[in-house]
């Protein structure tokens, strides 16, 4: 079998037509993979330009912006102790750090747990208030390392809360349980402060009525209202019937 022939490639007229298109291939891939990047990239580069042109630091010295940099950061300190103010204002527990950081186990709890029904089972005794809810709302058994520290917080809270309702003299305590714990958090999901919502329904008149309001503002037992209601009490000593929810406050 003849090989097909070579020969009219050496023509001069089909050297040119190559070399032509050479060139053209040439041309394109230089457009295309060098000439519109490197415009791509000049336009970017411009934009930053002038977007560093038009900020306001552009036309200051290193040392003017060294300036700015300890005025800002004096701004966050002072940011800070403020919000450490707040947050103790407002905090429900004197010793929230160490609440916070102590390790709690089941026994612990257990103990605390039968210590507190205890002592506001005598307190109401000598105070002469009904406690209705011995319980407390609590339960005994705990499952997880994680339960019993969220337990443990909730006893606090109700400890608290009933501490408070006692010592300002209502009539009787007819209920109070801890709802489930809620956690607020910034927006890149660090954990601000935690909230420990109790319910709680109670009998008392109109004299006590306001004392025990105003006590819940008061330093070192912030509780914040979550609803209220208030009824006609069921008898004539116990002429009113409050149902709330209050949440104590755990910061970070």
Known sequence: MKRPSLQFLKTERMQVVLILLFVLASAFLTVRFVLIPQRELAENNLMVRQQLESSRYASLAITNMQAIADHEAANLVTLSNEWSRIAERLATFP?????????????????????IRQRLQSKSDELKIQLMPTELGLDETVASGDAIRERMMQLKAVEKLADLSLDRQITRLVEIYPLSPV?????????????????????????????????????????TFRNLRIESGPTFESKLRVKTILSALLFE
């Open 183 to 223: 956690v607020h958090k910034d927006k890149k999901g660090r954990t601000i402060f935690e909230e420990y919502p109790i319910r709680i329904e109670c009998d008392v008149d109109f004299e006590h009525l306001f004392t025990v309001f105003q006590s819940v503002f008061e330093e070192n037992q912030v509780f």
């Open 95 to 115: 010793n929230q750090t160490v609440l916070r950081n102590t390790a709690v186990n089941r026994i612990d709890y257990k103990v605390q747990l039968y210590e």
